[in-house]
């Protein structure tokens, strides 16, 4: 009887199964290597015990030892615990496994492997193993240290990627080859289905559970919440995703249920003991002698994962400015592969897209690299002191100045999570303009080009033109976060600066690849190439006064058009009587005074050295009151100097002249513009010398229209400078100086008597 077999087989695999663990422990070694090897003990490849004798049923429960998996993985996910986590594990998640997954393709083909094995190789070796690392860490008592917390931050990272990542090699697996269109059109599908299930279970499921938590006790708890979590499982089944995100939607809804963590206490050891039957049913897919023959491959992926992982886990500390000893401890630690890997490997299996050699080998590779991880844990600290007697002194000096033990911590505050919001935000809507060109281009207006052009290398030419061309505004646009910010974690700390600058390397590489999709069409050149040339003329693109500019305009009719009506509204509250609300609103004055310079030191020199982004308004130097000082004019000891600019400008620059010494930050606060303009006597101001803000008509006879704030010459030639502009409705705050002036705006100057005299002497002013 079938029922007797599964009975039997059972038996003998939980007494292996247990027996086996129970060394393993002794030795100190990770329960999930014991259950591997004691599959492999029981399976028809080892001779000398008892076999199982109904692989089919086995396959089924491991199948279920993976939904449960999937399901306990995602009662404890949340997103408090993403943004709990800091910047700091995103950049090490991402650096490690955008790496690993090019690195493992490429062993790959240099294997001589087949496409889909190649690409799924990639996929098995991006992620370190959750559950090796975590047992290590209780071992040791490395769980509450700073780089352990990170470590484990960038594994949730990790596993979140890896849903997507089931998803993606789904897609492939199907198509047999990497198309963008479809993986977008797969990930466009998930995220509407995490929203459609994310929403129902936020209504849904905790109204439920509120509604009979008189009734229910733990028994029906499990029953309930692993019915939910089966629905779920059919579910995405049913619309084409695979079980393991199924499973994990259910725990990631009940997690956020009242009950999520008594959900997760009683589901426990249901999900060990289906997980074991999992790994044991990985053991037993064991081969000797298809070891025997893949030995060099499994010797060769072993060292790549170490040496990989490593590696790149190190490089993403770093760049999240954490120290070099912290870098190392944290890399040391993610040097295995483990159960995401065997999911990635079965997934591939069902759909037989991948060879049979692939599962065993990439078992041994995870057995290899597993039982090395305590090993590269308790020598990480003799690996810090020799690389930290090894290194060129002009490195490590470096590292010293842009790290810092505290980074992630300091990546948690509030400057920190506001600048990434704001990054994430543009980088997500560009991405998805970026995505929609290069659809509709290649769907619709590729089509047209290759009826219009006989050529087929030049219809792709003209297609990928345009396309480029209507991408450019997106990628300037995503670049065009608050520079205020920027400058003032720039300026908090050194060890702010590398993840800064990896910031901007993402949202360069970003739209590259999105280049790099249009021209794979016309050059036959791997898309890694194809995306770093198309990451220098993002850099040009970037870095163009002209291109920022028009982006900036299109950005400003964009809001205009879109919020028409609450602008013209606003308008007619105000009454329009001449009173620029952008004095109430981000614009500051802060004073500050100079206690040491060099007596022939200009503006221009003065305020290059530094970092801040204000303007400075004016100076004070004894009697005499300088308006709307040039670069030319000298900055002397002595000076008061009023700078004018956002918060979070004049909080930079606070924080660098706490740093420099040569100026200091005088006891008046810092005050509003409209108050320091109404409020002059209290500096002691003459009236002759009081700064006064005036309205500038810009028609189509002006010198000023089409060009931008910077080239203007308004400075210069008016000795004022432009603190705000009126667009039809809209009202520009502050307005980069690379926006440029349009016919019909309402140009708000600030300047003194020599704004007014001048503009009155060139008939500038209207009645």
Aim: hydrophobic share 50%.
């Amino acid at each position: 009887m079938h029922l007797d077999h599964l009975v039997t087989d059972l038996a003998l695999i939980l007494i292996v199964a247990a027996v086996v663990t129970l060394i393993f422990r002794k030795l100190k070694q990770p329960v999930v290597l014991g259950y591997i090897v004691a599959g492999f003990l029981i399976s028809p490849n080892f001779i000398y015990l008892p076999t199982v004798v109904e692989q089919t049923h086995i396959s089924v429960w491991a199948d279920i030892g993976v939904i449960f998996l999937m399901f306990g993985l995602g009662l404890e996910f949340s997103f408090r615990k993403i943004a709990t986590v800091g910047g700091s594990a995103f950049t090490i998640a991402v650096t490690v496994m955008t790496a690993m997954l090019f690195i493992g393709t490429g062993v790959g083909h240099a294997l001589g492997w087949a496409k889909m094995d190649c690409i799924f190789l990639g996929g098995m070796l991006s992620m370190s193993s959750t559950m090796i690392i975590l047992k290590a860490f209780e071992e040791y008592d490395l769980k509450k240290k700073d780089f352990g917390q990170m470590v484990l931050g960038a594994l949730v990272i990790e596993d979140i990627a890896g849903i997507f990542m089931l998803v993606v090699l789904s897609t492939i697996s199907v198509s047999q080859n990497v198309s963008g269109l479809a993986m977008g059109k797969e990930i466009g599908l998930l995220m509407i289905y995490l929203v459609i299930w994310l929403l129902l279970g936020i209504y849904v499921i905790p109204s439920l559970l509120k509604r009979v938590s008189g009734l229910i006790n733990d028994e029906l708890l499990v029953v309930l919440s692993l019915g939910i979590c089966f629905l779920m499982v059919l579910i995405a089944n049913r619309i084409g995703f695979s079980s393991a995100l199924g499973a994990f939607m259910a725990g990631s809804i009940l997690a956020g249920t009242v009950r999520g963590e008594r959900i997760q206490w009683l589901v426990e050891p249901i999900k060990d003991l289906f997980g074991a039957i999992f790994f044991v049913s990985v053991g037993m897919l064991i081969q000797p002698d298809l070891l025997v023959k893949y030995l060099g491959p499994i010797l060769l992926l072993s060292a790549v994962t170490i040496v990989g992982q490593k590696t790149f886990a190190t490089l993403g500390f770093l760049l999240s400015g954490q120290t070099l000893h912290t870098a190392v401890r944290g890399g040391s630690s993610m040097v295995q592969i483990g159960e995401f890997s065997f999911i990635v490997a079965t997934l591939g299996m069902s759909l037989h897209v991948i060879s049979e050699h692939i599962y065993p080998i990439i078992v041994c590779v995870s057995v290899i690299t597993s039982f090395l991880t305590p090993l590269f844990i308790k020598n990480s600290e003799r690996e810090y002191r020799f690389l930290d007697r090894h290194l060129p002194k002009k490195l490590r000096i470096f590292l010293r100045r842009n790290t810092s033990e505290d980074q992630n911590r300091r990546s948690m505050d509030e400057d920190w999570l506001a600048f990434t919001r704001k990054v994430a935000i543009r980088t997500l809507i560009c991405s998805l303009f970026m995505f929609t060109i290069y659809y509709a281009g290649t769907e619709y207006f590729q089509p047209v080009m290759e009826k219009a052009i006989d050529s087929d290398f030049g219809a792709k030419a003209a297609t990928a033109g345009v396309l480029i061309l209507v991408m450019i505004p997106f990628i300037n646009f995503m670049h065009g976060v608050d520079t205020g910010l920027f400058v003032k974690l720039w300026t908090k700390h050194r060890a702010n600066h590398l993840p800064l600058i990896t910031l901007k390397a993402v949202r360069v590489l970003i739209p590259a690849c999105f280049i790099a999709l249009v021209l794979r069409e016309l050059f036959r050149i791997p898309f890694p190439v194809l995306v770093l040339i198309a990451a220098v003329p993002i850099i040009l693109i970037v870095r163009s006064e002209w291109i920022t500019g028009v982006t900036i305009n299109m950005e400003m009719r964009f809001i205009a058009n879109f919020a028409e009506h609450t602008l013209a509204r606003q308008k007619k509250e105000r009454g329009e009587k001449g009173r620029p609300r952008w004095l109430n609103e981000s614009m500051m004055v802060a004073e500050f005074r100079v206690t040491d310079t060099d007596e022939r030191k200009t503006i221009l020199d003065f305020a290059s050295s530094r970092a801040f982004k204000v303007t400075i308004i004016r100076i004070i130097r004894d009697d005499e009151v300088i308006n709307m000082p040039t670069k030319d004019d000298e900055v002397k000891k002595g000076d008061l100097l009023h700078m004018m600019g956002s918060q979070d400008e004049i909080d930079a620059c606070t924080m660098l002249l706490s740093k420099d010494h040569c100026i200091e930050y005088t006891e008046r606060k810092d005050i509003r513009l409209k108050e320091y303009i109404y409020g002059q006597n209290f500096y002691h101001v003459p009236e002759e010398s009081r700064l006064t803000c005036l309205p500038l008509e810009i028609d189509g006879s002006s010198e000023f229209v089409r060009k931008s704030i910077k080239n203007c010459g308004i400075r210069p030639k008016y000795k004022a400078t432009i603190i705000g502009i009126e667009r039809g409705d809209l009202p520009i705050f502050n307005p980069d100086i690379e926006t440029v002036i349009n016919r019909g705006d309402l140009v708000w100057l600030m300047g003194g008597s020599d704004m007014i005299n001048r503009l009155i002497a060139d008939d500038m002013l209207k009645d």
